[in-house]
């Protein structure tokens, strides 16, 4: 199999393997594309990701194959561009940089200027007839490769430079001459021979080699595997290697370097989108050294800046650009971000890929797209990561709400956050850890910051542009951001900063408004979201393609109504327990589990009848005419017990029983280990008066509500942790007497099922005979996995974390059904189910109903419907859409 791909020149068209991602990287497989489609690519190589992992397995060594291959390929990029790498008289020089399977932004490494040393530095001078400009690349070379394959520190070439420009008395990097360029050279180098002891290597080769040995390791360094873990990434993919000749934005004032989006990716609008900078490098725009101008003329009037946008000033140049951007999103039928040089004139393009956008901005585009013929529904509901949608569901600033505006930066990423200040990224993840909002505040980020970014409810940054590390991390995350704030000045060793005139200290409310730059003092309040527009849109695609049901996880009037909003067709899951904790009704229910007997059980359940009827008379109302899936009672009863002295004093009085007697009644209910204890269906077995009283509450209001409105609900009466068929039997003989019994009394009927759910291992054992006596089942995966991995749920968050790691499990599985395991329950519980009762009725309403991953096994296994919180209820309709195209 080849280890080398070439690309540009007169490389061969990418067969099969060189268009795969997999094996040649997002960035390879996409250069050789634009090559092929006849778009100005500097012609190059790549060395295959399968490459990477041989090396990174074999312990650091290069095969014999790889070294003639890329011996033979870097003669492809010398034919091509008529210069070989060393030649002192006018040298090649080449780029090196990563390119993983998925995009990793800033996460691994890139070298530029390969081939200068001491000799082909005067070539690259005498050719050019710039010697400014050779030495400035030599520089940047050494800085880049002594970090990058001689890890050295950064920051000693940084000081350098800030210490020759302040001897000179300059401000920006363009002031300097070539022999000033010269003279920081020798002092780079003599940095290098003093931090390690070799001098700089003079050898091409051995550059060349160096470089890429590095970019095949900075697969595993630190920040790459916290980028992976964050987002999912296996650790076995590697990364590809792209050799590629230069190309110089650096070559004066008609020479440039800049990034772009085909469509702005913060709101989705169809405006060409980036940032450039005139006699630069690539990494000088997203570093955020120089402060990057506007690509168009519209964009820099609109935020009345002066220098002038490249429209204006490179306009030849602009105007093959915009048209590479139709080109680009016709071929790959998607917003595509870009990276360009333009050297001398002329455009070169280094990169493009599918490109990074907000929740907001996916829709937008997804739909347009569609009006313009792009691509069709499908596709489009298919573009859209159920997840993002979350970022859409909560809520904004309201617009009329009181802001106190200390200073505005850039709408780096959407959204709104409030939260305290926190200066670094090990104190955001500490104080988020401990349940705190936290707003990250830096100067600008890096790499590093990742961990306190995915802490932090928002970011802000003093500098940087909308595509700096800060800006595209954030959008990728989903978190509000607001770059550039240049008025915000940190002082760390105070643990204090200074936006404006305002003196601010670590601790300290701020809220930010991604969507506007806003940075304002305190807490502002906010609004629900809108579920119209082109997310309406695009929900009404995945409406019409899903086969599954969505309903909702809500006990409350106010969830209904909200779940509704989202599109609910139905409750799935009504847990009634936590009715049972309101304040005016918790005493009753102390009263009915600490009565001596039925008598006294039933004195406190006369007085809990109403509230409960008036309970489920609003839910019924709230979702009119749909199913409603109630479950009777559940927990085990000691979580109701009096705590405290006051509480037993309080229930002494109200029972006139003394607390001796409340405590001795209370101790004789604790239990060992309640999840497995008296709870559930076996409440009812014990105490059948309990569940008598919430299904007469149920009928009373359903026939009421029926009456009243006109539109009757359809109760679905469900058993929790059922184990046998024979507990449903009696329990169902309950529901049914009881539900004769209101209908007798009131002279009405209304439609009714007796269900049960399936969170036992033995219940989706016995599924067949259970099935007999319950007419649907819901999965309550939540103690089904409890159950089936004998991993406590209330206890797991302190040992999963390493299980994740360690990768004994891939998610969570209280997040993301084990799909393996306890989904062997789920479906064979399901076909045994339909065998005995074909029309039976099975859903899902543990917390995987709202997980898209879990979402797609339940399609898998033709659940009819999945349940999930009210704000999951678009997302679970997307992921079921997406489950059937
Ligand atoms: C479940 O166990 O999955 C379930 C939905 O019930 P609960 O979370 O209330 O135990
Ligand atoms: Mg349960």
């Known amino acids: 199999t080849k280890t080398v791909y070439t690309f540009g020149g007169d490389a061969p068209k990418p067969d099969a393997r060189q268009k795969d991602k997999t094996i040649t990287g997002g960035k390879g497989a996409n250069l050789a594309e634009m090559a092929s489609i006849g778009l100005p ?34 003669n492809h990029i010398e034919k091509t561009v008529g210069k070989r790498l060393g030649d002192a008289a006018d040298p090649l020089l080449v780029s090196v940089r990563s390119g993983a399977r998925v995009s990793m932004p800033g996460m691994m490494d890139t070298v530029l200027n390969l081939g200068l040393n001491d000799e082909t530095v005067e070539g690259l001078a005498g050719a050019s007839g710039d010697p400014r400009f050779a030495w400035d690349s ?48 020798g002092e780079y180098k003599n940095i290098v021979a003093q931090e390690q002891d070799e001098s700089f290597p003079q050898d091409v080769q051995q550059q060349l080699w160096g470089a890429i ?14 980028y992976r873990r ?35 990716p913060s709101t989705g609008e169809k405006v ?46 602009f105007g093959e650009l915009s048209r590479t951007f139709e080109l680009l999103e016709q071929h790959y039928t998607d917003m595509q971000d870009i990276e360009f040089t333009v050297e001398r004139g002329k455009l070169w393009m280094l990169q493009t890929r599918t490109g990074k956008r907000t929740a907001k901005a996916a829709l937008k585009m997804a739909v347009d797209m569609v009006g313009e013929g792009l691509i069709d529904e499908k596709q489009a509901v298919l573009r859209i990561e159920p997840m993002a949608l979350d970022q859409l569901l909560h809520p904004t600033l309201d617009p009329d709400a009181k802001r106190d505006v200390v200073t505005t930066g850039l709408p780096a990423s959407p959204g709104a956050a409030s939260g305290k200040i926190v200066l670094d990224a090990d104190t955001a993840e500490q104080r988020a850890g401990r349940g705190e909002k936290v707003i990250l505040v830096r100067v600008e980020t890096s790499p590093e910051d990742i961990h306190g970014m995915h802490a932090a409810a928002g970011i802000l940054t003093a500098r940087g542009g909308m595509t700096s590390h800060a800006a595209v991390v954030a959008r990728g995350m989903g978190r509000p951001c607001v770059s550039g704030a240049s008025s915000v000045s940190i002082d760390l060793k105070n643990r204090s900063l200074r936006i404006g005139t305002r003196e601010l200290r670590e601790g ?41 049901r969505v309903r909702t996880n809500a006990e409350t009037p106010e969830d209904c109504r909200m779940a509704r909003q989202f599109g609910a067709e139905g409750i799935g899951l009504c847990r009634t327990e936590h009715m049972f904790f309101d304040a005016n009704r918790i005493s009753a229910v102390r009263q009915m589990i600490l009565a001596d007997d039925e008598a006294g059980r039933k004195a406190a359940l006369e007085k809990l009848l109403p509230e409960q009827r008036s309970d489920f008379h609003a839910i019924f109302d709230a979702m009119a005419g749909l199913p409603c899936t109630i479950r009777l009672l559940d927990p085990p009863l000691h979580e109701f017990l009096p705590t405290g002295d006051t509480e037993f004093a309080e229930l002494a009085e109200l029972t006139g029983v003394g607390t001796d007697h409340l405590r001795r009644r209370a101790s004789e209910l604790h239990e060992f280990n309640p999840m497995l204890g008296h709870r559930g269906c076996r409440l009812g077995i014990t105490f059948p008066e309990i569940y008598a009283m919430q299904v007469r509450a149920i009928f009373e209001a359903a026939c009421d509500v029926a ?18 068929a024979r507990e449903l039997a009696i329990l169902k003989a309950l529901v049914d007497e009881t539900a004769e019994t209101v209908f007798a009394e009131k002279g009405a009927r209304v439609e009714y099922l007796v269900g049960t759910m399936i969170e036992l291992p033995r219940a989706a054992l016995m599924a067949g005979e259970i099935a007999e006596e319950g007419a649907f089942f819901s999965f309550g995966t939540n103690d089904l996995t409890q159950t089936t991995l004998g991993v406590s749920r209330d206890d797991s968050a302190r040992f999963l974390g390493p299980y994740v790691e360690k990768g004994i499990f891939a998610r969570d599985p209280f997040v993301s059904l084990d799909i393996e395991g306890v989904g062997q329950l789920v479906r064979m519980a399901a076909e045994r189910g339909r065998e005995t009762r074909p029309d039976i009725k099975l859903g899902i309403c543990g917390e995987h109903g709202g ?10 296994v033709a659940l009819d419907y999945v349940s999930a919180s009210p704000y999951r209820v678009p997302i679970a309709k997307l992921a079921a859409a997406q489950a059937v195209l």
């Not at 990174?56 to 003639?68: H, I, N, P, V």
């Not at 040995?213 to 916290?226: G, L």
């Not at 009345?304 to 490249?310: D, E, G, H, N, T």
């Open 41 to 74: 690519v500097p012609p190059g190589f790549t060395i295959t990701t399968e490459e990477s992992v041989r090396y990174l397995r074999e312990g650091a060594a290069f095969s014999d194959g790889l070294r003639s291959d890329v011996a033979a390929a870097l």
């Open 272 to 317: 060409y989108y980036g940032e450039y900078l005139i006699n630069a490098q690539g990494e000088d725009v997203v570093a955020g050294i120089r402060t990057p101008q506007y690509l168009t003329r519209a964009a820099r009037e609109e935020a009345a800046a002066k220098p002038l946008s490249m429209e204006e000033a490179l306009p030849d140049a």
């Open 508 to 548: 300290d409310t701020i809220t930010l408004d991604g969507s506007n730059g806003q940075v304002m003092a305190g807490e502002v309040a906010t609004i629900e979201p809108e579920m119209e527009g082109d997310f309406g849109t695009l929900i009404g695609w995945a409406d019409e393609h899903r086969r599954m």
């Open 138 to 185: 030599y520089r940047r070379f050494i800085q880049m490769y002594s970090d990058v394959v001689l890890g050295l520190d950064h920051g000693l070439f940084e000081e350098a430079l800030e210490v020759a420009k302040e001897d000179k008395g300059f401000y920006n990097d363009t002031e300097l001459t070539a022999d000033d360029w010269r003279e920081l050279v």
């Open 851 to 860: 997980d898209p991953a879990s979402i797609a096994f339940c399609e898998e």
């Open 213 to 226: 040995a590095a970019v095949f390791e900075s697969w595993d360094s630190d920040r790459a595997k916290i």
């Open 230 to 264: 964050l987002n999912d990434i296996p650790a076995d993919w590697g990364t590809a290697v792209n050799v590629q000749a230069m190309v110089f934005g650096n070559m004066g004032d008609t020479s440039a370097t800049g990034v772009a989006f085909t469509r702005n």
């Open 707 to 724: 009456r009243d409105s006109g539109e009757a609900p359809i109760p679905e009466v469900m058993i929790p942790l059922v184990a046998t």
